[in-house]
């Protein structure tokens, strides 16, 4: 194959039908070598969900110095059809189709061309995406029909269950054609002088800051955090985060996304939760208070960090309705951990779930804390709650040591064998047992004080 744009077309089909996808299916032309007829898969957890979206693709003379052209024959309430599409891919010669095809599926929910966001349109784009599982889109030839129905009913069937990857090492893990071919062609290297660069030969000063970070995280990974590229999409991150100790987000794991814009470092990030918090709505980019005083020197590892901390402070329901109180947003955090969230292309929901596994080993199962029984009674039962632990800890520190010197005494046991009795000690009793004990200390109290002054 002498031209190198043939070849090029040709050996990323090769890649694409020796490891297929779930998101996509594309075929080329027997009667055009520079067009491809395919259909995309709608995002799951959005209104696209379940949709078979057919798609033409056209390739220029000039690929891939210039972007393939995207041209939408189903009707799908974001990208206009049958027109070329302004896509947005941020397209250079290092691209591979595969990650432009699953580019363009997460692009579905921004709405390129639509610009409502609506109630009454997204229950349109929900429509569309019924009707267009229902039969292929009659468009062309008899020949290219036949093709559009065969790809059709591929996407149709069912796509595989997930499997989870307890056993990758996220350290190790590589991005996939991380080496590309370079092309050869001394025309082509003549006329342009452009030769298709390794993706890990950064140019781009904003790409190698975000390699730089994600480098270090890589490096020196966090207890509370953890993050992974997209091999389709080099501005964005995968991540999930822990909720902070002590709080009634504790032991959930919040997935979502890190955004970076052209303008990063200067330009903070968007951080978009995927995850049902109580806190912060999904979906949307996220109007952190922190985003307000964000310095080009400041990094997504500290960032995160330090929405993990904010956590509580928007208890109130600042970007979601007030009723999610503490006990709502507690459950919510243990449901959190028992599936992942289902959001975007079948390769974004591989991610999501290797990191889901990754934060689950490293954690116990949770149980609703005594900070759900304090919640909704305002701050009278929080102080209740703080009163009845410190006469706790006061009766251990006035009669641990004795009575677990009698227990040890009786039973002719030595200290180490009542470890017992000191454990449960610092166990929070019942609640019953907690209130009467505390009445009775309030009036032991009160008779002292009375008897001190009386003498």
Not at 21 to 47: H, I
Request: glycine share 6%; net charge negative; aromatic share 10%.
């Amino acid at each position: 194959m002498e031209n190198p744009v043939m070849k090029r077309i040709l050996e990323e089909y090769d890649k694409i039908e020796s490891n297929p996808s779930d998101d996509f299916m594309f075929r080329k032309l027997d009667w055009d070598s520079y067009e491809w007829q395919g259909a995309l898969r709608g995002p799951s957890g959005t209104e696209f969900e379940g949709g078979i979206y057919h798609v033409l693709l056209q390739f220029p003379i000039e690929y891939p110095w210039k972007e393939p052209a995207f041209i939408f024959l189903t009707e799908n309430g974001s990208f206009s059809i049958e027109t070329k599409t302004n896509a947005r891919l941020n397209w250079d010669p290092s691209r591979r189709l595969r990650q432009a095809f699953l580019q363009l599926i997460d692009l579905m929910p921004d709405c390129p061309d639509f610009e409502s966001d609506s109630i009454e349109h997204k229950e349109k784009r929900r429509d569309l995406a019924r009707k267009s599982r229902a039969a292929a889109r009659e468009y062309g030839n008899g020949e290219r029909r036949k093709l559009i129905n065969k790809i059709h009913q591929h996407m149709l069937r069912d796509v595989p269950q997930l499997q989870q990857t307890r056993n990758t090492s996220l350290t190790q893990r590589c991005e996939e054609e991380v080496v590309l071919d370079r092309v050869r062609s001394t025309q082509m290297e003549s006329d342009r002088s452009v030769i298709v660069e390794d993706k890990c030969n950064i140019k781009n000063s904003l790409e190698k800051r975000i390699l730089e970070e994600y480098n270090e995280i890589e490096s020196n990974p966090s207890y509370d955090f953890t993050c992974l590229t997209q091999s389709w999409n080099k501005y964005e991150w995968q991540y999930a985060i822990r909720g902070p100790c002590e709080t009634e987000f504790e032991d959930g794991i919040y997935h979502g996304m890190v955004q970076f814009s052209v303008g990063y470092p200067s330009m903070p990030p968007s951080i978009v939760f995927l995850t049902e918090n109580g806190c912060f709505k999904i979906q949307t980019s996220a109007s952190l208070k922190r985003l307000l005083y964000w310095q080009p020197s400041c990094s997504v590892r500290n960032f995160l960090v330090a929405v993990i901390e904010e956590m509580p402070s928007y208890s109130n329901g600042d970007l979601v309705p007030v009723e999610n109180n503490r006990e709502a947003r507690r459950r919510l955090a243990i449901n959190s951990r028992a599936e992942a969230p289902k959001y975007g292309s079948v390769e974004r929901q591989k991610l999501i779930a290797e990191i889901h596994e990754h934060l689950l080993i490293k954690t116990s199962v949770p149980e609703l804390s005594p900070v759900t029984s304090q919640a909704s009674n305002g701050t009278g039962g929080g102080l209740v709650f703080n009163i009845n632990f410190i006469f706790r800890d006061a009766f251990n520190v006035i009669f641990g040591n004795t009575l677990k010197s009698i227990c040890g005494n009786a039973f002719g046991g030595s200290n180490a064998d009542n470890v017992g009795v000191s454990n449960s000690m610092n166990e929070a009793p019942n609640p019953m047992i907690r209130i009467l004990f505390s009445v009775l200390m309030f009036f032991f109290i009160i008779l002292f004080g009375f008897w001190s002054y009386k003498k």
